[in-house]
């Protein structure tokens, strides 16, 4: 299997017969991935990351490249598999129309209709058809609320109600259930009302559709559910737990359901487009109306004078697509990578496969082509879900939750928010401008601060010199001005930046001297300058010198400089003369890339113990992809400059590394700030496809480690070093003499060296450089983590009340009219009297 990045890197193709994984990286910017695949085969997609991310838009798959006669001949189809960690409702749509799930896995066959799917409730993965055809396949992923009950009643009698996925009983009653049932199961769409009395009680109580309820998991006993809580959550669900073993009561049965959001699109058909996000039909060029059945004639066509007589929206069942279907001439499919076919390749031997993009949506002017419930005006998806769990809430705590069974225990697990906090609002993770998960630049003036009035970076003394707009890339360059006065200078003077002073200039130094002096430090890459000097208005020398510095950046030349710099410090010889003002300012802070934050980590030395000692050693522990290795800095000088701590930091050598790999923490990775004696600040400049990310966990640089005393280096059994435990005949610690001062100046683990993290490192997913398959094992493994760790809450249960007579039907009651006449229809007892039928 051949695998593209956009980005413009290739892994090199798989050889052999290991071609049924693909591993795109995520990343929630909108970027199709390719890859070259055997016609007529099932392949499982699988993500470093979870795909449920993408919950915002739609997900598309299609198979690209064909040409028109090859389309004709119907015969290019994949089955594809991709498993999902949490739990989610899927709704596929094809051709404007959406398709119903089917009810087996083994209804997904390549001679099946595209889009023709299966989403097994357990193990959570999701099969469905791809085929060689114009348009693709489109999922939407539709926020759950994960609800556990425990229901007092045995399988048998459960089982004789209800109609239940297979995949959802448990193997502790397959006994139970008839040897044809998993083959013949096959219930129609809308069936669950009649044939499935928990779910229409349920839905009933929830005042819901009952299709948005699904039965996931049916497992023997409510202690086996209670003993997993407990061990996971034993704050919440020991004592539950315990009670239930005190009552020896290990009756009934555990069954998980899950409730699913509202689909905007479920009864939209667009039949030349699709439905957007909002429930809207987005049309294809040349369409218009409210189903997108309407030709434009022209470019000047009225809208309103398309016809007022519209066709059906609800099609009694999707199209067969055959080739007599297909257009005598389909125009060939436009990939959204150059790495793709071209459609003038006849008949290929493999077939590329585009997955999964997010797609922009061009949207007509919102017109709803249904009428929406009362309740989904109020409240829409997220909102509307979370008010039918507090529905669900309620009902369990005031004895509503009549669902025809005892109901004993119930647990919660709310879907996660835009911020992702589970049941919230989306409003802990808003930006300075109220921009969910934003950042900050919607509001933001020229000078890059929210809701700023754009004076801030404005220098109103040099009166000309002020912020322009951010790159498109989000970097803005750091400037300084330094302004200078004084009465008839004319000597010299200096600069100095980050630790490191310049040679002395005169006080007529042109731009190009300034810029040559300072280029010439060790801890100044590459800068922009521009001067103005003014003349004393008597007698000989300057009045005024002002000096505007630009950090700029140029390839090769380090360090890089982004974001904010230590301000340029002027130093004035006592040949200058009578100076009455020197000092920088910062006119413009330096702005780093959109979507990153650069990490920073402080380095300490405490040097008041010790003093003798010169040196100290860091260590860098991998993480990410190169998780296990870890790298030894060369000896750094207690009083080391930003140069020389760059130098001994730069020369690391590294252990551990995965065979064949050859690594080292290039200079332009990062930059060294001198904060004082003995304390430095290294800022980390990781960005897109850097080898120097594979170390770090999308940017966040592990915290560094006194090499003396890191885990990684072998320690006793009393945790001290070998080498520095080991005692003389006198029981003094080797190192010491006879007055107990430590002479031996490298004795490094003698320094208290600390190192913290001042600013966490982020990178946008799609940064990170295409990894290994050890390094997409290892990211699926820590996304599985993440995913099963789902918060989950426990609700009161009071129980149901049945009182015959008090108007209000419940579960075991055949009818309520609410008195206690016989003859009526209904009778003293609440059952339906011979010759009546009880309809509400």
Known sequence: MDYTDPRGDQMPPQTGKETETFNPVLSRYTQPYLATLVN??????????????????????QLVGLTDEARLHDDFALIVDIKFLKAVNLAFYYEGRQVTQSPRRDKVTLDADAGTNYHDPVSKILSFVVKGTVSPVRIRQLDVVSVAFGVVSTFDSFFEDNFIDPNAID??????????????????????????????????????????????????????RLKELAEKDPKKWKHVYERKLDEGDDEGLGVDFQISSIDPCEDVVCVNGDCDTTGVCACSDGFTGLNCSTPVVNATMDPTSAPSTIPSLTPTSLPTLSPSMLPSSVPSVVPTSTHAPTSGTPFPTTVPLSAPTQVPVFAPTPVPTKTPSVQAVALSGFAELMSIADTLSTSAGDGSLDTGYTVSEVAVSLPDDECGVPGGDSSTCDDACGVINGDNSTCADACGVPNGDGTSCIDTSGGFYTCDHAESNGIMNERHAILIRGVNML????????GETTTEMSVYSSSETILEALTALNTIGNLLITTNLTEASTGAGLAAIDIFVEFDRETGTYPYHYGKQPLIQVNSNSTLGDVTFAEASRVCEGTYRTGY?????????????????????????????????????????????????????????????????????????????????????????????????????????PLLLDSKKSPSIETDDDGGDNEDDDEDEDGDSQGEDED?????????????????????????SSAMPVSATASAASSGSTAVDEAEDVEVTALGVTAVVHICGDGSRSSAEGCDDGNFNASDGCSVNCTVEAGFVCTT
Do not use: C
């Open 491 to 498: 000597g010299l003077y200096s600069l100095s930046f980050n």
């Open 597 to 701: 934050s650069f990490e920073e980590q402080e380095v300490i030395v405490n040097t008041t113990v010790y003093v003798n000692s010169t040196t100290f050693k860091l260590m860098y522990n991998s993480t990410g992809e190169y998780k296990g290795a870890y790298g030894i800095t060369d000896d750094i000088p207690v009083t080391a400059s930003s140069y020389e701590f760059t130098t001994s930091f730069a020369a690391m050598t590294w252990y551990g590394l995965p065979a064949d790999t050859v690594y080292e923490l290039d200079e332009s990775y990062y930059e060294v700030f001198v904060k004082g004696t003995a304390s430095w600040i290294i800022r980390f400049y990781f960005s897109q496809n850097d080898d120097g990310l594979r170390t770090t966990v999308l940017g966040d640089v």
């Open 40 to 61: 007529h085969g099932t392949y499982r997609i699988q993500y470093t990351g979870d795909i449920t991310l993408f919950n915002d838009d739609f997900l598309e798959y």
């Open 171 to 224: 193997a502790a009653f397959a006994d139970m259930v008839p040897p044809t049932y998993a083959a013949n199961y096959d219930p129609d769409n809308g069936n669950i009302v009649k044939s499935n009395t928990f779910v229409r009680n349920l839905a009933s109580v929830l005042n819901i559709n009952p299709a948005r309820i699904r039965v996931v998991n049916i497992v023997p006993g409510n202690r086996r």
């Open 740 to 764: 107990g001062d430590n002479d031996n100046v490298e004795d490094y683990d003698r320094y208290i060296v600390t190192i913290r993290q001042l600013l966490k490192g982020v990178v946008p």
